[in-house]
């Protein structure tokens, strides 16, 4: 049975565009025929204290028959196929695939927790979802609107509709 699933993008290394550009792809591969959207690429400042380059953003949404974990599988194998390397938390990376939706379901498995843990806060992550689902309701009864201040959208810039 298909379900909508939405993911979350993120490059800053090894021309971070292009990055994303692969991935879509990939993901397009993932996604039941025509059903994959994209935002528009954003620019954002990384989390956390590790000196690295800006981050460029986007979120994909799709139908998919793949289970939780298959999805998360198959994300992860695109993340390798690009190049990502786990070396510290909220660290430069090559290409970030986080899935960030499955359907209404709230996941709790040691590898994959779902809706994800941060996307509430994140202007990276809200921004872009409201540019393809402008209004989703998430599994918590929230509209995905009234999350996203005049701050988040300011901290962004659009790179690429």
């Not at 971070?16 to 690429?41: G, H, M």
């Not at 941060?118 to 409201?130: D, I, N």
Request: charged share 15%; glycine share 4%; proline share 6%.
């Amino acid at each position: 049975m298909a379900v909508q699933v939405y993911v979350a993008l993120g490059a800053n290394l090894a021309e971070p565009v292009q990055q994303l550009d692969v991935a879509v792809t990939a993901l397009n591969t993932l996604a039941l025929n025509n059903t994959l959207s994209v935002s528009a690429y954003y620019r954002s400042k990384p989390m956390g204290d590790v000196i690295q380059p800006d981050y460029v953003n986007a979120v994909a949404g799709f139908q998919t028959e793949l289970l939780p974990i298959e999805l998360l599988d198959a994300l992860q194998d695109i993340e390798q196929q690009q190049g990502r390397l786990r070396l510290e938390r909220w660290g430069p990376r090559t290409l970030d695939l986080d899935l960030l939706l499955y359907g209404a379901q709230h996941i709790n498995q040691p590898r994959l927790c779902v809706p994800h843990y941060g996307m509430k806060q994140r202007s990276f992550v809200l921004v872009p979802l409201a540019d393809i689902a402008p209004t989703l309701t998430l599994p918590c009864n929230t509209s995905l609107e009234s999350l996203i201040s005049v701050t988040m959208r300011d901290e962004l810039q659009k790179l690429i509709d």
